[in-house]
């Protein structure tokens, strides 16, 4: 329903685009004196993206937070309008949004902090508002009460209204505080109509909603993360109808710690879910895709440790029917399958950025992720978001003039036991080569002006890697590589 709403809404403009520039932007964010990380989500009209961020609005009152809404023109990254929304001795951190398929407003959900004796946050509520395409909040609402909550994802229903899913901190319960995922249903103005909460097991140390769909039925699929103990920890997925009522939870461990982050309908009306999977040695953090039907059996699960590392983050459609999700792990990867989860392609990206936050195909076929770069609070950089355009293959094309084509670009031998040789086209300029392990962790890098380069890899274990090769700092190709 919901991605259908975003098609029609695409199709108008896009269909009329023969091309368009991929490009990385970064928005700096000095002006505001921030000291915060930022949170940055995008979501789209007929030809823009909107990125959504939170920061400190000064050094020395780091608790009064503006909501920061831009518009980003889509055709060529440049920023259109800045906007700032406060309520007064509170600070709002958007988590999620999306376009309301009925008049291409925005909707926001978050977390508002009060601060008002201003030394530490008191306490904490759920938020959402509407804000119409001039960045104006229409209305708000703020849900919650003796309890701090939050709330991370919101879906529409058929008839407009809303519903919320996050977790609330719970107090003392047994012998430890706790935290509940809860769901919340609201009018299309934002007035609450029914709260439920989703109990775990007693032994549970927290339960964290982090996503939300509803079916055509308006039945909700509230996707949550449980923590049994400090070693095992879960997925699950609760299933309610619109009036409130419980039908079902189900959990799904999956080797021994399963993260969740998103959620999607299916094209055969069932749910994909992104996550990953890690080890208490850190060894690695493998990405997974899960599909369920409707009584959350599982259908398929796909992990891709043999492809990339990392932690997976968004989850979309892809326009043939698959689909794409972004990878956090020391830098921004690019993951794309096919309905079943197969690998149709990998892309990374080390443009020194990180913490992707949300991800859309348009349809003429190209990408766009976003998400904020974090750095120490004394780095000028600490509050800047960003946004990388590819094309339909994951590319960011070069714009110094001289594109390569990177079927072009050849490494030999693969499988290779002790080194690869690459191969540039004679039309690039001074290049960059930067050989990555499958956790995205650069091991060696090359600066070179000739077209044809040898690469040690023989003190390197047997396993995957990835030559990422830039030309005038732009991303141009990136090769898988098997070592024996």
């Not at 991929?22 to 505001?32: I, V």
């Not at 979501?43 to 980003?72: E, F, Q």
Request: proline content about 3%; charged content about 20%; some cysteine.
């Amino acid at each position: 329903m919901y991605r259908l709403a975003l098609v029609t809404i695409f199709t108008s403009f896009f269909l009329s685009l023969h091309s368009q520039e991929s490009f990385f932007k970064r928005y700096p964010n000095l002006e505001d004196l921030a000291n915060e990380a930022v949170q940055s989500i995008n979501s789209i009209d007929d030809d823009h993206v909107y990125l959504y961020s939170t920061g400190a609005c000064s050094s020395d009152d780091p608790y009064n937070w503006d909501m920061i809404t831009r518009k980003v023109n889509t055709l060529n990254g440049e920023l259109i309008w800045k906007k700032y929304n406060r309520i007064p001795n509170s600070g709002i951190t958007p988590t999620c949004s999306f376009t309301n398929p009925n008049n291409n407003n925005i909707i926001i959900t978050g977390l508002l902090t009060s601060n008002e004796n201003n030394s530490t946050i008191k306490e904490g509520f759920a938020y959402l508002c509407e804000q119409d395409t001039t960045g104006e909040i229409l209305w708000e609402g703020i849900y919650g009460e003796d309890v701090r909550t939050w709330s991370k994802g919101a879906s529409q229903l058929s008839n407009g209204d809303y519903v919320l899913v996050g977790w609330q901190f719970i107090p003392e319960v047994t012998t430890t505080n706790r935290q509940e995922t809860f769901i919340l249903k609201t009018n299309n103005v934002g007035d609450s109509l029914w709260m439920q909460t989703v109990r775990s097991s007693p032994d549970a140390i927290e339960m964290e909603g982090v996503g939300v769909v509803v079916d055509d039925s308006d039945n909700i699929y509230a996707l949550s993360d449980e923590q049994m103990n400090l070693s095992l920890k879960q997925m699950a997925v609760s299933k309610y109808t619109a009036a409130g009522d419980s039908l079902w939870t189900k959990y799904y461990p999956i080797n021994g710690a399963s993260f969740a982050k998103d959620i999607v309908r299916s094209e055969n009306e069932n749910f994909v879910i992104s996550g990953y999977a890690g080890f208490t040695d850190n060894n690695y953090i493998a990405p997974f895709l899960m599909e369920i039907d409707t009584g959350g059996n599982v259908i398929w699960l796909k992990d891709y440790l043999d492809e990339v590392g990392g932690f997976a983050e968004k989850i979309t459609h892809t326009n043939d029917g698959g689909y794409a999700t972004c990878l956090d792990r020391n830098g921004v990867t690019l993951l794309v399958t096919d309905i079943l989860g197969e690998v149709e392609f990998v892309k990374s990206y080390d443009f020194g950025v990180r913490s992707p936050k949300d991800l859309v195909q348009l349809n003429d076929g190209s990408f766009i992720m976003t998400g904020y770069i974090g750095h120490p609070p004394n780095d000028d950089n600490f509050d800047t978001i960003w946004l990388i355009k590819t094309d339909p293959k994951g590319n960011v094309t070069s714009t110094t003039g001289v594109e390569v084509n990177e079927s072009l670009i050849n490494v030999f031998p693969n499988p290779t036991t002790d080194y690869v040789e690459v191969q540039i086209p004679s039309n690039a300029l001074k290049y960059n080569i930067r050989l990555v392990n499958n956790s995205g962790l650069i091991l060696k890098e090359v600066n070179a002006v000739d077209k044809q380069i040898f690469m040690d890899l023989s003190s390197y274990s047997s396993g995957f890697y990835y030559l990422n090769i830039f030309e005038q700092d732009k991303l141009i190709a990136t090769k898988k590589i098997v070592k024996k």
